[in-house]
């Protein structure tokens, strides 16, 4: 997050104003309100591997299950970052796969005595897996985006002000494998507040630069889908869409269904697989990137006002052993920056002879140039003693 910015104020304003105007009392008091993101930089994750299998025994097909979403699971990731279709992803021996898996995920499962019936999902060390998916070089990211997930049902719609499937689902998505750098709140504090339902239809572009600027964003997504159960607790209906920017572009849109309430949040699940999908397309063709109307520029910084000094002379007593010693430091005085002038008031050879320096600076600045310059430099009776070492 980048430091203060006048423009700034208007996101506290409206804070303020809406918690004295007793709009946001119901919002700040309720406990029941967002879920972390989860941290998942190091796995890629895949989910929603259905597998059916048999087996001689119980264990048997479970084991087999597994090796069957390891290689599926494989197959997806690979086709994610490749962009091309699972049915060419290359193929792993299952000891390779092993090396390769950090945990499968049981979604949810039956086991029978010689069948086994799951929803699993895997997860690969980044580490070791990035060679083998295409993501080992440097990967392409987009700028950092502030997703909204936007969720309308029973005639109601909201995003941050009350716990709900769709932020959990985006909240336990694992982005590791994602070219779009999302910005996932928490619901929590004041994100309610400023990143609500109401504020997405907001197209005031000041008003989302602060936005923007205070969570360190340069462009938002909208993930949307309104959710209809055919009666309480029985089947329900997601129409999912996602769009982009201020202007809310379409990015594509589709529909998912459940079998009843238990089966909502594996929907939710496989909707943001699905939606992640539309913006990482999206961000491939070219379309999402950062909104420069959304950055707020940093103030250059206050020019450096340069210092100048009177000149001043000095007086100098250069050790000079022989005619070289000599002109070898009268050279090195006339070619220190500051020094204009250098002026012979007595001759040595063979002793000290004695200059008179006029110098832009302060005493301090000239024995340090003098001693940069290979030759020391110490104070005597009011003058600058100087000599080459070993002189």
Do not use: C
Request: aromatic residues 8%.
């Amino acid at each position: 997050m980048s430091g203060y910015h006048p423009i700034l104020r208007p996101v506290v304003w409206v804070i303020l104003l809406m918690v004295l105007g007793g709009v946001a009392v119901a919002q700040m008091e309720s406990g029941d309100r967002g879920i972390p993101p989860i941290a998942s930089e190091g796995l890629l994750d895949v989910g929603g591997i259905e597998v059916d299998v048999g087996g001689e025994t119980a264990q048997e097909a479970r084991l087999a299950g597994w090796r069957i979403a390891q290689r599926e699971g494989f197959a997806k990731l690979w086709a994610s970052n490749s962009g091309r279709p699972a049915s060419q992803a290359p193929r792993l021996s299952d000891s390779t796969l092993d090396s390769l898996v950090s945990a499968i995920v049981v979604e949810e499962e039956r086991i029978g005595p010689k069948r086994y019936i799951a929803r699993l999902g895997v997860q690969f060390d980044r580490q070791r897996a990035s060679q083998y998916v295409g993501l080992s070089g440097a990967r392409r990211r987009s700028a950092p985006m502030l997703l909204v997930p936007v969720i309308a049902t029973a005639g109601m719609e909201f995003s941050m002000e009350r716990r709900n499937p769709w932020q959990a689902a985006w909240a336990q998505y694992r982005t590791a494998a994602t070219p779009i750098d999302y910005i996932r709140l928490s619901g929590v504090g004041s994100d309610p507040l400023l990143v609500n339902a109401a504020a997405v239809r907001r197209k005031n572009a000041r008003y989302w630069k602060s936005v923007a600027d205070f969570y360190g964003a340069n462009n938002i997504l909208i993930a949307q889908v309104q959710l209809h159960h055919r009666y309480p607790g029985g089947p329900a209906t997601g129409n999912f869409a996602a769009f982009y920017g201020l202007d809310r572009e379409p990015l594509g849109s589709f529909t998912l269904t459940s079998e009843g309430e238990d089966g909502v949040p594996a929907m939710m699940n496989e909707g943001v697989e699905r939606m992640n999908g539309l913006f990482a397309a999206a961000f491939r063709r070219g379309t999402i990137k950062a909104d420069p109307n959304l950055i707020i520029q940093e103030a250059a910084p206050p020019p450096i006002e340069e210092v100048i000094f009177a000149e001043i002379p000095f007086q100098i007593q250069l050790v000079s052993p022989s005619a070289a010693d000599y002109d070898a430091g009268v050279g090195m005085l006339r070619a220190i920056p500051g020094v204009t002038a250098v002026t012979e008031t007595s001759l040595a050879i063979g002793g000290t002879s004695n200059l008179v320096i006029t110098y832009r600076g302060t005493a301090d600045g000239l024995r340090s140039a003098i001693g940069a310059a290979g030759w020391s430099a110490e104070y005597s009776g009011g003058a600058l003693r100087v000599s080459r070492p070993g002189a």
